[in-house]
């Protein structure tokens, strides 16, 4: 079966990072990409540093 691809609105934040770190270390479940209001940089590492992820300020950009 496919992992679950993931979008973490908010990822920038407390609740966002821990949303991603989750979703990171669930099997199954893929981050592929975060969006966050006050983004001013353009991709975030993993939290198992596996890579890196896009940001978007704009959560209709991120999909």
Known sequence: MA???VVV???LGK???EVLN???N???MKP???SDIAATIDQIPLP???GFI???QDIKDAV
Request: glycine fraction near 24%.
């Open 3 to 5: 992992d679950i691809k």
């Open 9 to 11: 609105n908010g990822v």
């Open 15 to 17: 609740m966002g990072q």
């Open 22 to 24: 989750a979703v990171d």
């Open 26 to 28: 669930t099997q199954g």
């Open 32 to 34: 592929v990409g975060g």
């Open 48 to 50: 198992t540093g596996e």
């Open 54 to 56: 896009p940001v978007f």
